[in-house]
């Protein structure tokens, strides 16, 4: 098992859950250790019955951590995290800095599970609206070849962490009752709203969220002539990001063979019977750690080609079960754990 | 000018805006009507300053009217339209039942008011995800040849009547209070939520919203060779419909080229600054008679291919202001009218 096992980050969003994943399921370590910012050091938290104080984050912080959990702003990420690698640990980090990082493994562990076995070093978990579209194409990839994706998200505001959630919730009923709300989470109100921008001008006329989608999705694919035209739109839904998504490939794929990929594929729960309105919603999905495909179809304007709606929990299988997965994989490599 | 208008379904989402366009607008008529099921009939209401009675809806309504503006549901519109169509008037109709049919013009005026260039009849206003497409492809068709759309909508509860509307705003009010609330208006739970179904399932995966978006933008560009893949959605958002579009056109059209056109194209207008966090949103388009196009960029995974966002106010330019705009183009062509 890991000697030391340290959150990073465990009172954010994500990270709250990961301490809550980690009760849940068996990862094994003779010591865990929570870490936070400044702010948040000296609360005491509760886990698997015992009571740990939540420690500062320091570059001093790793000395005899084996395995680290991150889930921090890009910024700290950068400052503290090769701190952990140089203390001989292995960094699963949520942030998107070391993503695109030469070396830096990029890994969905259904998707590419051998990316990481590496014996130290920082190994990246996705970002979130890239992780579950991904886990959808893969099966197909794998089939056909994609070489051509057009993806539309309609991303919940848990994304942005605490804050979104509780805007929304605030703007919304200040909205109701007619009243004002200064928005701050969001650079524009979200109550009753939607906005075509997250993350801030990258390149092209495309954010730094839909470019993740690009770049990140050939990586983890290991396929860098994969084309992606991606729009991301931030919607006042509370959990699960939403995904209207239609795939060109190089052989065609039928509606039925579709069906039966996703169906045969780890991680993957088809919800599809449109006549009976059934399909996968932020709704019905939150709280899984499952990629959900429905409205699987014939892309009417291309023969051959295929659109699909796919939703997942942004929080969970797009952030901290993600992770908490990588870390069980390096388990299985490393001490055979099941 | 027209001797008698005729306002059917004055007291639907839509019957009430075009009444309050009307009210704004010059449209010019010796007597105005106003008719509506049995249920709304006996009402009074004001308009340019005189009272009316709002008469029931009935096959005989129409003597001597020459000019019939309707908002109906389908099967209202098929039952009395034809009605009003024998007693001699032009029939401007909002509804589904009409537009696919030879004969029967499907008009948006900016973009090809000849057909409504005809004497008695029925002319279809189109449905209101199609309406604010059409206009932002006029230009790109007419510069380059449009062959190919793909597009995902983010529907506002407005287009549900006012129904639609309260289910939202009582359902997210129940929400926020933590309690349950029996959803009628919608299939599923709406409140911080979205569906990925408009209407019922048409044909080959698609819902009957998804195919009119194919079939209505064929039919006003004249181009059935217009390829398009629509995904329907509904979004908890109050008014206006949001659209991301992908767009392959049979000649390059760059941004810089998209967004001049778009710009000297009537009914149109550019917002579009993404790194001033400039883009079409709901809350800053709602009450506007124009379709606002942001997010200009080139499609990054095709060459030449373009990709924008565009959102109007669907019960204005979408429904009231497209079948009010219809009725003035008549009046120009038959009156001369300004």
């Known amino acids: 098992m890991f000697k030391t096992v340290a959150l990073v980050g465990v009172t954010g969003a994500v990270g709250r859950l990961m301490r809550q994943l980690l009760e849940e399921r068996p990862l094994a370590a003779e010591t865990f250790r929570f870490l936070a910012s400044a702010r948040s050091a000296g609360k005491t938290l509760t886990f698997r019955g015992r009571e740990y104080a939540v420690e500062p984050l320091t570059k001093e912080s790793f000395q005899g951590v084996d395995l ?11 400052e503290y995290l090769p701190a952990a690698v140089e203390a ?10 070391f993503r ?13 599970p051998e990316a990481a076995d590496i014996d130290r070093g920082i190994i990246s978990s996705p970002n979130c ?39 929304l919730e605030e703007s919304t009923a200040a909205r109701l009752r007619g009243e004002e709300y200064r928005h701050a989470a969001f650079a524009h109100p979200i109550a ?23 770049y990140e999705t050939r990586k983890i694919l290991g396929d860098p002539s994969i084309q ?21 490939t190089e052989r065609p794929v039928s509606p039925a063979d579709a069906r ?30 499952l990629v959900f495909v429905g409205r699987i179809r014939e892309d009417i304007s291309r023969p051959g080609g295929l659109s699909f709606w796919c939703v997942s929990d942004n929080l969970r299988k797009g952030a901290a ?18």
């Open 68 to 78: 680290v959990l991150a889930s921090t702003p890009d910024e700290v990420a950068a």
């Open 88 to 97: 001989g640990a292995t960094v699963i980090d949520e942030s998107g800095y």
């Open 100 to 112: 695109m990082r030469e070396g830096v493994p990029l890994v969905v562990p259904e998707v590419n």
């Open 129 to 167: 609206s890239t992780t579950q579209m991904v886990l959808a194409l893969k099966p197909l990839h794998d089939a056909a070849r994609v070489r051509r994706v057009i993806v539309s998200t309609y991303q919940a505001v848990s994304g942005m962490g605490v804050q979104g959630t509780q805007e």
């Open 192 to 214: 009753f709203n939607c906005i075509p921008q997250i993350g801030r001008e990258k390149e092209a006329g495309y954010t730094s969220e839909e470019m993740k989608m690009v």
């Open 228 to 248: 992606v035209c991606p729009t991301c739109v931030r919607i006042p839904v509370a959990n699960c990001h939403s995904e209207s998504i239609v795939v060109e």
């Open 260 to 289: 039966s990929l996703f169906e045969a594929f780890p991680g993957i729960k088809v919800v599809d019977d449109l006549p009976g309105g059934v399909y996968p919603m932020p709704n019905t999905c939150t709280g899984s750690d």
């Open 321 to 338: 079960t993600n992770a908490v997965q990588i870390a069980e994989l390096l388990a299985r490599r490393r001490f055979g754990a099941k």
